[in-house]
């Protein structure tokens, strides 16, 4: 086939089959004043005035936005261009016009609380509790984080930021270890929120520190990010 890239045809130039093929067909991005638009020229479904098929690549004025089709609908080309951080713990959240129903979800558990120490031993932390994502088909979670333990050696669950999110001992004093809490798990996932009005959000506590003479400080809160591109 002619020539994959860029051509300047010239005036009085003869138009190849293979020129039409490599130069216009193949990479062809059609440009349209709106979905509206679109959808006239188009059709809004496979088998609809011109059949639709998986790959097509359109270009909208209104938006300035790139969209190929995936076979089921039109999705965005590029990256988000809003996002929501949730940090309440539990919350319904309103999700805004979407330009594409494809989000970001990055769901974060509740860090696990630091050992404490009594006049002559450590006492355990308390686990992080899970934060979730939740929509009518599906669901995005993250276990929160342990809780410090009396051991030098930590337990193999939940280990999602050992340091930026655990709780920390006060005091190391004692010959015997101890470890400071763990991080909840970080869950990141692409859901389709298309037809969807609401979605349901629980963000995981933060694990306490063990009490006695010196407390252990506490595991920070979850939080739960959405990433979209609002219409």
Do not use: C
């Amino acid at each position: 086939m002619a020539g994959l890239g860029f051509k300047d045809f010239q005036v009085g130039e003869v138009l190849t089959s293979s020129d039409v093929d490599g130069y216009l067909m193949s990479q062809a991005v059609m440009r349209f004043a709106d979905s509206t638009a679109r959808g006239s020229a188009l059709g809004t479904a496979p088998g609809t005035a011109v059949a639709l098929a998986e790959g097509m690549v359109s270009y909208l004025d209104d938006t300035n936005s790139l969209e190929v089709y995936t076979g089921s609908q039109w999705a965005s080309v590029g990256g988000f261009s809003a996002s929501t951080a949730v940090t309440a713990t539990d919350a319904t959240w309103a999700i805004p016009a979407l330009a594409d129903p494809i989000v970001r979800v990055t769901v974060v558990g509740g860090g696990g609380g630091a050992v404490g120490a009594a006049t002559s031993a450590r006492l355990d932390g308390s686990a992080g509790s899970a934060s979730s994502f939740v929509w009518s088909s599906g669901t995005v979670s993250a276990a929160g984080g342990d809780g410090g333990t009396t051991s030098n050696t930590p337990s193999a669950t939940p280990d999602g930021q050992q340091t930026n999110n655990g709780g920390y001992t006060y005091d190391r004093s004692f010959a015997f270890g101890g470890t400071d809490g763990r991080g909840g798990l970080v869950t990141v996932a692409y859901v389709d929120l298309l037809g969807e009005t609401t979605a349901n959000i629980t963000v995981g506590a933060g694990g306490a520190g063990s009490t006695g003479t010196i407390t252990g400080g506490d595991g920070g809160d979850g939080v739960v990010i959405v990433e979209y591109r609002a219409a």
